[in-house]
């Protein structure tokens, strides 16, 4: 039986596509409508059968909505605010976004504290993007993150965390900024150190010898470099100040490992390795929902 009788999802790439492919495999709600800036997308959506309907004129489509899922691009979220906030400014709505501060501040500003927003973010996706980049099972076993205010409705935060169950996530209830924080460290960071190590090798005199040299563990490692620009650079700059936090803490872990190996201490340096190692491995133990994001 469905959760929900219609549901909306703006932003038709690898996230909102996926979400819109599972809703409609586990039969979560009746209908799925689309909203996208592109009308090939929305085309190309309804074609493959992720969607039942779509529009153009979001006034329009947006009338006979149970939910709408925002999974647009972090700068996108604010307009679609507006235009529910002057369509139907009642309606259920979540989001999808790696920033939680920004979009949940964004929408007291625009709905109101007696709105049915409630932010969220699942943590799941891939270096990968667009509605060609839809994945079965996405969210299944991972992590789905509801960020709620001390105003928001407890019964929009039980409904927004039935659809996470429904599509197989399990939910974590945190405030918008341990969110910002803790992404900061899990998932910013780590797409900010690998895009300027790839600088490096951007940079790197003889670069034609140096191909040569890289193997699958460079590329391993730097897979996440393949993700999508715009969206990163939009990322790093609504969460800056956790990421400058996390970039002054890693300088001053670079330090000390530069001192060991400065030093020449073998010793030294093998047990630390060691250290880090071991807090590795115990992730796969204690974390089984872990994406490939």
């Known amino acids: 039986m469905a959760e929900f009788k219609n549901i909306g999802i703006a932003g038709i790439g690898l996230i909102g596509g996926s979400l819109a492919l599972e809703v ?6 009746e209908k799925v409508v689309g909203f996208s800036r592109r009308h090939s997308t929305l085309e190309k959506a309804k074609s493959q059968g992720l969607i039942d309907e779509y ?22 979220v604010k307009d679609y605010f507006l235009k529910i906030q002057k369509a139907h400014p009642h309606l259920l709505v979540t989001d999808v976004s790696s920033i939680k ?14 709105s049915n927003f409630v932010g969220s973010h699942p943590i799941a996706g891939s270096d990968k993007s667009g509605i060609e980049s839809v994945q079965e099972n ?13 105003y928001t409705k407890e019964e929009n935060i039980s409904r927004i965390k039935e659809f996470w169950v429904a599509l197989g996530s399990e939910v974590v209830l945190l405030s918008p900024e341990e969110h910002d924080r803790f992404l900061a460290l899990t998932s910013h960071f780590p797409h900010f150190l690998i895009f300027t190590l790839i600088l490096l090798l951007e940079k790197a005199e003889d670069k034609e010898k140096l191909l040569s040299c890289i193997g ?14 715009e969206m990163w650079a939009e990322i790093f700059i609504a969460n800056r100040e956790n990421l400058l936090n996390i970039l002054s803490e890693f300088e001053d872990n670079l330090s000390e490992m530069v001192r060991i190996v400065r030093d020449g201490n073998v010793k030294e340096l093998t047990e630390k390795l060691t250290g880090i190692k071991k807090t590795r491995e115990e992730l796969n133990g204690k974390k089984k929902h872990i994406s490939r994001a």
């Open 24 to 29: 409609k495999k586990r039969k979560i709600a």
């Open 55 to 76: 529009f153009i004129d979001f006034e329009e489509g947006v009338k006979n909505l149970n939910l709408l899922v925002i999974a647009t691009p972090v700068g996108a």
């Open 101 to 114: 501060e920004k979009i949940v501040n964004d929408a007291l500003a625009i709905l109101g504290r007696d």
């Open 138 to 150: 996405l969210f299944q076993g991972k992590f789905a993150i509801i960020t709620p205010r001390e």
């Open 216 to 229: 699958t563990g460079f590329l391993d490692t730097t897979r996440i470099g393949k993700s999508l620009p």
